[in-house]
Protein backbone atom coordinates (compact mmCIF):
# COMPACT_ATOMS: atom_id res chain seq x y z
CA UNK A 1 0.00 0.00 0.00
CA UNK A 2 1.89 2.85 -1.58
CA UNK A 3 -0.84 5.71 -0.62
CA UNK A 4 -1.25 8.15 2.22
CA UNK A 5 -4.18 6.92 4.74
CA UNK A 6 -6.88 9.16 5.63
CA UNK A 7 -6.99 10.31 9.41
CA UNK A 8 -10.70 10.59 9.85
CA UNK A 9 -12.09 11.78 12.91
CA UNK A 10 -12.77 8.16 13.50
CA UNK A 11 -9.76 6.67 12.78
CA UNK A 12 -8.01 8.93 15.22
CA UNK A 13 -9.74 8.01 17.98
CA UNK A 14 -8.67 4.22 17.34
CA UNK A 15 -5.27 5.52 17.66
CA UNK A 16 -5.58 7.01 20.42
CA UNK A 17 -7.35 3.88 21.85
CA UNK A 18 -4.89 1.63 20.88
CA UNK A 19 -1.79 4.13 21.51
CA UNK A 20 -1.59 6.79 23.77
CA UNK A 21 -0.20 6.85 27.08
CA UNK A 22 -0.85 10.28 28.14
CA UNK A 23 -1.49 10.24 32.36
CA UNK A 24 -3.16 12.63 34.69
CA UNK A 25 -0.33 14.80 34.89
CA UNK A 26 -0.50 15.36 31.12
CA UNK A 27 -4.02 15.37 30.56
CA UNK A 28 -4.48 17.98 33.33
CA UNK A 29 -2.04 20.16 31.87
CA UNK A 30 -3.36 19.82 28.31
CA UNK A 31 -6.88 20.54 29.67
CA UNK A 32 -6.20 23.30 31.08
CA UNK A 33 -4.15 24.97 28.29
CA UNK A 34 -6.98 23.68 26.21
CA UNK A 35 -9.24 26.54 28.04
CA UNK A 36 -6.62 29.24 27.42
CA UNK A 37 -7.10 31.12 23.81
CA UNK A 38 -6.21 29.39 20.92
CA UNK A 39 -5.00 26.95 23.25
CA UNK A 40 -5.55 24.08 21.68
CA UNK A 41 -4.03 25.56 18.54
CA UNK A 42 -0.94 26.59 19.80
CA UNK A 43 -0.55 23.58 22.30
CA UNK A 44 1.08 20.10 20.77
CA UNK A 45 -1.11 16.85 20.02
CA UNK A 46 -0.96 14.70 22.92
CA UNK A 47 0.54 12.42 20.38
CA UNK A 48 2.86 14.15 19.11
CA UNK A 49 4.28 14.89 23.08
CA UNK A 50 4.40 11.15 23.23
CA UNK A 51 6.42 10.76 19.89
CA UNK A 52 9.04 13.66 21.38
CA UNK A 53 9.20 11.96 24.59
CA UNK A 54 10.12 8.81 22.28
CA UNK A 55 12.45 10.63 20.15
CA UNK A 56 14.77 11.64 23.05
CA UNK A 57 14.63 8.35 24.52
CA UNK A 58 15.77 6.51 21.32
CA UNK A 59 18.72 8.94 20.59
CA UNK A 60 19.54 8.41 24.21
CA UNK A 61 19.84 12.41 24.99
CA UNK A 62 20.66 13.72 27.86
CA UNK A 63 20.38 17.57 26.73
CA UNK A 64 17.69 18.89 25.13
CA UNK A 65 16.77 22.31 23.79
CA UNK A 66 13.44 23.83 23.29
CA UNK A 67 12.33 26.86 21.22
CA UNK A 68 8.91 27.85 22.10
CA UNK A 69 7.55 26.41 25.66
CA UNK A 70 4.03 27.97 25.68
CA UNK A 71 2.76 25.71 28.58
CA UNK A 72 5.45 23.32 29.14
CA UNK A 73 3.40 20.03 27.86
CA UNK A 74 5.96 18.99 25.07
CA UNK A 75 8.48 20.04 28.03
CA UNK A 76 6.98 17.82 30.01
CA UNK A 77 6.87 14.96 27.57
CA UNK A 78 10.49 15.90 26.93
CA UNK A 79 11.97 15.93 30.30
CA UNK A 80 10.67 12.75 31.45
CA UNK A 81 12.62 11.24 28.74
CA UNK A 82 15.97 12.44 30.08
CA UNK A 83 17.85 10.14 32.67
CA UNK A 84 17.41 12.02 36.24
CA UNK A 85 20.64 13.94 35.99
CA UNK A 86 19.59 15.21 32.19
CA UNK A 87 18.97 18.81 31.28
CA UNK A 88 16.48 20.59 28.91
CA UNK A 89 16.40 23.77 28.37
CA UNK A 90 13.44 25.79 27.13
CA UNK A 91 13.05 29.25 25.99
CA UNK A 92 9.97 31.80 25.91
CA UNK A 93 9.67 35.02 25.26
CA UNK A 94 7.11 35.21 28.28
CA UNK A 95 6.65 33.96 31.64
CA UNK A 96 3.30 34.16 31.10
CA UNK A 97 2.63 30.45 29.63
CA UNK A 98 5.71 28.53 31.33
CA UNK A 99 4.56 29.52 34.43
CA UNK A 100 0.89 27.37 34.24
CA UNK A 101 3.06 24.51 32.82
CA UNK A 102 5.65 24.51 36.11
CA UNK A 103 3.39 23.02 38.30
CA UNK A 104 2.87 20.18 36.31
CA UNK A 105 6.79 19.96 35.68
CA UNK A 106 6.83 20.00 39.63
CA UNK A 107 4.01 17.26 39.84
CA UNK A 108 5.77 15.13 37.52
CA UNK A 109 9.26 15.51 39.36
CA UNK A 110 11.40 16.58 36.60
CA UNK A 111 11.48 20.19 37.30
CA UNK A 112 15.26 19.89 38.31
CA UNK A 113 15.88 18.79 34.94
CA UNK A 114 14.36 22.22 33.36
CA UNK A 115 15.82 25.29 32.58
CA UNK A 116 13.64 28.22 31.23
CA UNK A 117 15.04 31.14 29.57
CA UNK A 118 12.66 33.81 28.65
CA UNK A 119 13.66 36.75 26.08
CA UNK A 120 14.10 37.22 22.54
CA UNK A 121 14.63 33.37 21.36
CA UNK A 122 17.83 34.73 18.97
CA UNK A 123 19.61 36.66 21.53
CA UNK A 124 18.56 32.91 23.86
CA UNK A 125 20.27 31.17 21.71
CA UNK A 126 23.35 33.44 21.40
CA UNK A 127 23.69 34.08 24.86
CA UNK A 128 23.40 29.64 25.18
CA UNK A 129 26.32 29.31 22.52
CA UNK A 130 28.32 31.88 23.93
CA UNK A 131 28.20 30.45 27.91
CA UNK A 132 27.83 26.54 26.86
CA UNK A 133 29.26 26.16 23.78
CA UNK A 134 28.53 24.56 20.35
CA UNK A 135 26.99 20.96 19.86
CA UNK A 136 26.41 20.01 23.23
CA UNK A 137 22.80 18.97 22.94
CA UNK A 138 21.32 15.72 21.58
CA UNK A 139 17.84 16.88 20.68
CA UNK A 140 16.51 20.56 19.15
CA UNK A 141 12.72 21.00 19.16
CA UNK A 142 12.02 23.78 17.41
CA UNK A 143 7.69 25.24 17.73
CA UNK A 144 7.76 28.57 18.00
CA UNK A 145 7.41 32.15 15.43
CA UNK A 146 7.82 30.70 12.19
CA UNK A 147 8.61 33.75 10.81
CA UNK A 148 12.29 33.50 12.25
CA UNK A 149 12.37 29.92 11.34
CA UNK A 150 15.33 30.25 9.63
CA UNK A 151 17.06 31.46 12.27
CA UNK A 152 16.08 28.99 14.92
CA UNK A 153 17.13 25.85 12.58
CA UNK A 154 20.83 27.13 11.81
CA UNK A 155 21.07 27.84 15.74
CA UNK A 156 19.94 24.63 16.50
CA UNK A 157 22.18 23.51 13.99
CA UNK A 158 25.17 24.80 15.81
CA UNK A 159 23.91 23.59 19.20
CA UNK A 160 23.17 20.01 17.98
CA UNK A 161 25.79 17.45 18.31
CA UNK A 162 27.37 15.56 14.99
CA UNK A 163 24.79 12.88 15.09
CA UNK A 164 22.04 15.24 17.22
CA UNK A 165 17.90 15.88 16.16
CA UNK A 166 17.00 18.78 15.05
CA UNK A 167 12.81 18.59 15.22
CA UNK A 168 10.45 21.24 13.66
CA UNK A 169 6.88 21.45 13.86
CA UNK A 170 4.09 22.88 12.08
CA UNK A 171 6.08 22.45 8.63
CA UNK A 172 2.79 22.20 6.68
CA UNK A 173 1.33 24.97 8.47
CA UNK A 174 -2.42 24.05 8.50
CA UNK A 175 -1.94 23.10 4.78
CA UNK A 176 -1.16 26.70 3.72
CA UNK A 177 2.48 25.48 2.36
CA UNK A 178 0.50 24.58 -0.89
CA UNK A 179 -1.78 27.18 -1.50
CA UNK A 180 -0.67 29.40 -4.06
CA UNK A 181 -2.39 32.49 -2.98
CA UNK A 182 -0.85 32.08 0.84
CA UNK A 183 1.59 35.01 0.63
CA UNK A 184 2.14 35.67 4.38
CA UNK A 185 5.26 36.21 6.56
CA UNK A 186 4.54 33.06 8.32
CA UNK A 187 3.88 30.82 5.44
CA UNK A 188 7.08 32.36 3.29
CA UNK A 189 9.19 31.19 6.21
CA UNK A 190 8.23 27.75 6.85
CA UNK A 191 8.20 27.11 2.22
CA UNK A 192 11.78 28.82 2.49
CA UNK A 193 12.80 26.65 5.49
CA UNK A 194 11.43 23.15 3.92
CA UNK A 195 13.03 24.36 0.52
CA UNK A 196 16.02 25.00 2.35
CA UNK A 197 16.21 21.63 4.55
CA UNK A 198 15.48 19.69 1.39
CA UNK A 199 18.68 20.74 -0.08
CA UNK A 200 20.65 20.95 2.85
CA UNK A 201 23.73 18.36 3.03
CA UNK A 202 24.38 18.51 6.31
CA UNK A 203 21.48 16.94 7.66
CA UNK A 204 19.38 13.90 6.76
CA UNK A 205 15.79 14.40 6.75
CA UNK A 206 12.11 13.14 6.86
CA UNK A 207 8.94 15.49 7.05
CA UNK A 208 6.48 13.43 8.31
CA UNK A 209 2.64 13.99 7.05
CA UNK A 210 1.67 14.08 11.31
CA UNK A 211 -0.35 16.48 13.20
CA UNK A 212 0.53 19.84 11.49
CA UNK A 213 4.35 17.97 9.81
CA UNK A 214 6.89 17.55 11.80
CA UNK A 215 10.07 17.74 10.40
CA UNK A 216 12.99 15.50 11.31
CA UNK A 217 16.54 16.41 10.48
CA UNK A 218 19.58 14.34 12.08
CA UNK A 219 23.08 16.27 11.59
CA UNK A 220 25.61 14.58 9.97
CA UNK A 221 28.81 13.54 11.70
Keep these: MATQTECTPELLRYVREVSLREDAVLRDLREETAALPAG??????????????????????RAVLEIGTFTGYSTLCMARALPPDGL????????????????YWRRAGVADRIDLRVGNAVKVLADIEATMGRAIFDVAFIDADKANYGLYYEAALDLVRPGGLVVIDNT???GRVVEEDARDTDTLAIRGLN????????VDISLLPFADGITLARKRR
Excluded: H, K, Y
Design 40 to 61: STLQVMAEEGQLLGLLVALVGA
Design 88 to 103: LVTCDITERWPRIGAP
Design 172 to 174: LFF
Design 195 to 202: NRIRDDER
